[in-house]
Nanobody
Framework: QVQLVESGGGSVQPGASLRLSCTSP????????VGWFRQVPGKERERISCTTRAGESILNSSDSAQGRFSVYRDNTKNTVSLHLDTLKPEDSAVYSCAAKFVRDRRPTYCPRGSDYPVWGQGTQVTVSS
């Protein structure tokens, strides 16, 4: 059964922006920490961000993410969105979201690394001229 669904990927030119969205048809994302990841074939999965149950988004400190990527949680729409700005060819990858249930007594918890039990199928982002 599908538990997480990403959308918004596509093919764009360098410098363009994309808005990726992660939602669940099965559960309320407000009860989960949500992470965004990306992976290029043959390379390790890269963590982009973690959004806590409290709504704080922590971006990976890599140069590629800082200043160009941002994350927003909208509990009214049951989504966590990843905004990609000023895209570069090296941003081309499959972007996936992942979720981990967090008890309400730990609203600022972020799973370590890829320690998320629920994953989406991913959405392809291709940046080329």
């Amino acid at each position: 059964q599908v538990q997480l669904v990403e959308s918004g990927g596509g093919s764009v030119q360098p410098g363009a922006s994309l808005r990726l969205s992660c939602t669940s048809p099965r559960f309320d994302l407000a009860d989960y920490a949500v992470g965004w990841f990306r992976q290029v074939p043959g390379k390790e999965r890269e963590r982009i961000s973690c959004t806590t149950r409290a709504g704080e988004s922590i971006l990976n400190s890599s140069d590629s993410a800082q200043g160009r990527f941002s994350v927003y949680r909208d509990n009214t729409k049951n989504t966590v969105s990843l905004h990609l700005d000023t895209l570069k060819p090296e941003d081309s990858a499959v972007y996936s979201c992942a979720a981990k249930f967090v008890r309400d007594r730990r609203p600022t918890y972020c799973p370590r690394g890829s320690d998320y039990p629920v994953w989406g199928q991913g959405t392809q982002v291709t940046v080329s001229s």
